[in-house]
């Protein structure tokens, strides 16, 4: 498996990051989409990357090779995505039409009281799950997340939510420790939700058929679920267009 992705740093300036933040919270969401258009073609021009990786998932996709437009619509999806976690994580949930399916298994799982781990990908927005978690104030949170990874965006996020942010759990740490550490709060009942579609280098992983193509996924998320005997909700997180997010929860 490559670590590629590690090594990559993250797009954009502190100050620009800020800026962003601030046009989103003080002008609104409307105005704030229109700078993800500048946001878009920073990322064709200058990020040769994650141009090419849009692409090569595009061919399995659409099952021929995209047009730039088609690539840059993609790319323009995963800056609204980032946009929309301003607004997921600083209790900004009235902007948006939420439509949840499925909660009653979540909460089922949850009732059991042994903690239940939350498994998502990236795919969608994780953040908009808190519509969720907002319909249980009773419930622990924590959330298994690479803030490393991004500092400057973590940090901005940090800001937005301190209290998600003190929850975090640090998958850079070792694995053993991040283990323990994620079985600690499902033993305490808490609600541990992580991302399962990408492991980190030295993480054991099973090889499986995804969009025509063989593709690593990680396993570590279903031992831990095993030995700890816990439920493992999936969920996803969907934005389809206007004010609609429509949240998937399949137990």
């Not at 590629?4 to 409307?30: H, M």
Request: with cysteine.
């Amino acid at each position: 498996m490559t670590d590629a992705w590690l090594r990559r740093p993250e797009g954009g300036t502190s100050l620009a990051l800020r800026l962003l933040v601030g046009v989103a919270l003080g002008l609104g969401r409307k105005v704030a989409r229109l700078v993800l258009y500048p946001i878009t073609a920073y990322f064709m021009i200058r990020r040769g990357p994650e141009r090419r990786a849009s692409r090569a998932y595009l061919v399995r996709v659409l099952g021929r090779f995209p047009t730039l437009l088609e690539v840059a619509r993609h790319i323009h999806t995963f800056a609204g995505v980032t946009l929309d976690r301003v607004y997921f994580l600083s209790d900004s949930m009235w902007r948006f039409d939420v439509r949840l399916i499925g909660l009653e298994e979540l909460h089922h799982a949850m009732d059991l009281g042994r903690g239940v781990l939350l498994v998502g990908a990236h795919v969608g927005s994780f953040e908009a799950l808190r519509a969720a978690s907002t319909l249980r104030p009773d419930v622990t949170s924590r959330v298994v997340l690479d803030a490393e990874h991004s500092p400057a965006l973590s940090a901005i996020l940090k800001q937005l939510n301190p209290q998600i942010a003190s929850g975090i759990i640090n998958p850079r740490k070792d694995g053993t420790a991040v283990a323990l550490e994620i079985g600690a709060a499902l033993n305490q009942g808490a609600l541990v939700t992580m991302l399962a579609d990408r492991g980190r280098p030295g993480n054991a992983t099973v090889s499986v058929d995804f969009l025509g193509q063989p593709a690593e996924f990680p396993t570590a998320p279903w031992q831990i679920a095993a030995a700890l005997h816990v439920p493992v909700v999936l969920c996803a997180g969907l934005y389809r267009g206007g004010k609609p997010v429509t949240i998937c929860i399949s137990s």
